[in-house]
């Protein structure tokens, strides 16, 4: 199978690719949107121009998403897909104008292969630092030593926000300069914004108790492991779902 792989950033599409699908996924293929759908994510906005402060870009996987946060000329990696993701991620870097000597940081939200698995490829392609949650090291395997966050730690001018429940250590990354908020799985945003999806969630109290915690926060944008990235009304959404639970 072929399908289109689009790169969206706050800036809007930056390149589109056709690339082998990927085989093999953990979360819900079904509800995955179709690429043409997907395609319709180049028109948002919400990032700055390339290369300023809060730009964004996603790489999107069709039923997950990895994260490039650009900073001048270094570049956090939010998540890394599963083992198959790693050209995709290079072929995101190249549409940034970059490559993975830019990737000073890469963050892994959680144990899922879906989320973790690309680091197989990714850890041996860059020379910078590798973090997931300090309650997540020991679930991940990866060629280089994992360095385990805290709640409240800062790496590259974001945030870690500890939201436990989708899995005991999962995190998610705020950056309170811009509102970006990239959640992982602690939010879906397939259709609608929502919390965990319970199918795949170790503790839904927990996870519910997370959603309210990143409800506290100043949200301007939320960038979901699976679904669309949300870049209006996102605080006003996640209120919304924080009041529901
Ligand atoms: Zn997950």
Avoid at 48 to 75: K, M
Avoid at 132 to 141: H, L, N, Q, S
Avoid at 150 to 163: C, P, Y
Avoid at 177 to 201: C, E, I, R, S
């Amino acid at each position: 199978m072929r399908r289109r792989l689009i790169f969206t950033s706050g800036a809007g599409v930056l390149g589109v690719a056709v690339v082998n699908t990927l085989t093999g996924c953990s979360t819900t293929d079904a509800t995955t949107p179709s690429p043409e759908t997907s395609g319709k994510s180049g028109a948002v906005s919400g990032g700055t121009p390339n290369g300023v402060v809060g730009d964004w870009q996603r790489v999107n996987l069709d039923f997950v998403s990895v994260y490039l946060l650009i900073r001048g000329n270094e570049i956090a990696v939010v998540d890394t897909g599963t083992s198959s993701a790693p050209p995709d991620i290079e072929a995101g870097l190249k549409a940034a104008g970059h490559g993975w000597d830019a990737v000073k940081h890469v963050i892994v939200t959680h144990q899922h292969q879906d989320h973790a698995g690309g680091l197989a490829g990714v850890a041996p392609a860059i020379n910078g630092t590798i973090y997931t949650g300090a309650g997540e090291v020991e679930a991940i395997t990866a060629s280089k030593p994992l360095k385990g966050l805290q709640d409240g730690e800062e790496v590259f001018g974001l945030r870690i926000v500890g939201t436990p429940g989708h899995t005991a250590g999962h995190i998610s990354v705020f950056e309170p300069d811009t509102g970006v908020l990239v959640a992982g799985d602690a939010l879906n945003n397939m259709g609608q914004l929502t919390g965990a999806n319970p199918q795949y969630t170790a503790d839904m109290a927990a996870a519910a108790a997370s959603v309210k915690k990143l409800a506290t926060l100043d949200v301007k944008a939320i960038l979901p492991g699976h679904g669309e990235p949300l870049t209006t009304g996102a605080s006003d959404a996640l209120q919304k779902l924080a009041a529901s639970l």
